[in-house]
């Protein structure tokens, strides 16, 4: 049996987590075997309501607890509004997953793989939406970790910062930066009780990025990755399992490339 199909075990029993930008591909993945494993999601989305209300759907389905929230993570007054209502709901945030990507187009060909087409505006917005949107999101929900002595952040990044096989300017540039992110948030909040990592992912085996991904091209990273086969979407949301979990407890400010060994940074 792989992991991908494995039982999830009931490792965030009655945990509170929101998960950023959660209406569909991983986000959606992470929301949904979050709730199996027994927390209360809180699925955040900005445009797919539609989609964000099948997500909780599907968890209320199987027999989970989990809710829909519209906000944008580049508004901090919104993202104040997101924590106060999960607050009122359920009393306490114990996970923040901040999973949330401006949109955003892997092309191999576009003007922003190269450092003689790439335009600041493209380096901006994608630092805006994942950069600002994570301190945005971490300062929402701390004063509510603070209180509890306890948290778990999980920062999503990509193994494209530790091995750039095409040259995404602004996307890899925004990402790497959750590493800064990272360490010093968990430098600081450590003494809260609360602990901050990041997992990279690589081309995941299915999500909406890597849809045109043909099976040669997945059959060629299984050939290069230690495990010989590619990390598929539910194998990246056990691992976001692990680290929301307390049998992460001693880790903390980690930056961990979940990509089958494909990088070890």
Same mark, same amino acid.
């Given at each position: 049996?792989?992991?991908?199909?494995?039982?999830?075990?009931?490792?965030?029993?009655?945990?509170?987590?929101?998960?950023?930008?959660?209406?569909?591909?991983?986000?959606?993945?992470?929301?949904?075997?979050?709730?199996?494993?027994?927390?209360?999601v809180c699925v955040n989305y900005l445009n797919s309501r539609d989609s964000a209300e099948a997500v909780v759907?599907?968890?209320?389905?199987?027999?989970?607890?989990?809710?829909?929230?519209?906000?944008?993570?580049?508004?901090?007054?919104?993202?104040?509004?997101?924590?106060?209502?999960?607050?009122?709901?359920?009393?306490?945030?114990d996970i923040l997953v901040n999973n949330a990507l401006p949109n955003y187009q892997f092309n191999p060909s576009?003007?922003?793989?190269?450092i003689e087409t790439v335009k600041w505006a493209h380096f901006s917005q994608q630092i805006d939406g994942i950069?600002?949107?994570?301190?945005?999101?971490?300062?929402?929900?701390?004063?509510?970790?603070?209180?509890?002595?306890?948290?778990?952040?999980?920062?999503?990044?990509?193994?494209?910062?530790?091995?750039?096989?095409?040259?995404?300017?602004?996307?890899?540039? /925004?990402? +790497?930066? #959750?590493?800064?992110?990272?360490?010093?948030? $968990? %430098?600081?909040? @450590? !003494?809260?009780?609360?602990?901050?990592?990041?997992?990279?992912?690589?081309?995941?085996?299915?999500?909406?990025?890597?849809?045109?991904?043909?099976?040669?091209?997945?059959?060629?990273?299984?050939?290069?990755?230690?495990?010989?086969?590619?990390?598929?979407?539910?194998?990246? /949301?056990? +691992?976001? #399992?692990?680290?929301?979990?307390?049998?992460? $407890? %001693?880790?903390? @400010? !980690?930056?961990?490339?979940?990509?089958?060994?494909?990088?070890?940074?």
């Amino acid at each position: 049996m792989t992991q991908s199909h494995a039982t999830i075990p009931a490792l965030l029993t009655d945990k509170v987590a929101i998960v950023t930008g959660s209406s569909r591909g991983l986000g959606a993945q992470i929301a949904q075997q979050m709730a199996a494993a027994g927390a209360i999601v809180c699925v955040n989305y900005l445009n797919s309501r539609d989609s964000a209300e099948a997500v909780v759907a599907n968890i209320v389905a199987a027999g989970g607890r989990a809710f829909a929230y519209q906000g944008d993570v580049t508004d901090l007054a919104q993202m104040e509004a997101m924590a106060t209502e999960v607050i009122k709901r359920f009393g306490r945030i114990d996970i923040l997953v901040n999973n949330a990507l401006p949109n955003y187009q892997f092309n191999p060909s576009a003007d922003y793989t190269s450092i003689e087409t790439v335009k600041w505006a493209h380096f901006s917005q994608q630092i805006d939406g994942i950069v600002k949107g994570a301190v945005n999101t971490v300062q929402a929900v701390l004063p509510q970790m603070k209180t509890q002595q306890m948290g778990k952040i999980i920062n999503i990044s990509t193994n494209l910062v530790y091995n750039p096989v095409v040259t995404y300017y602004d996307y890899t540039t /925004a990402k +790497s930066a #959750l590493i800064g992110l990272t360490r010093n948030l $968990a %430098a600081e909040l @450590g !003494q809260y009780g609360i602990r901050v990592n990041l997992l990279a992912g690589g081309l995941l085996k299915t999500t909406d990025a890597s849809s045109l991904t043909t099976e040669e091209v997945f059959d060629y990273i299984a050939t290069t990755t230690p495990l010989r086969q590619a990390t598929s979407v539910a194998d990246f /949301a056990n +691992s976001v #399992l692990l680290m929301s979990s307390d049998l992460s $407890a %001693a880790i903390t @400010g !980690q930056s961990i490339a979940v990509d089958g060994g494909l990088t070890m940074p």
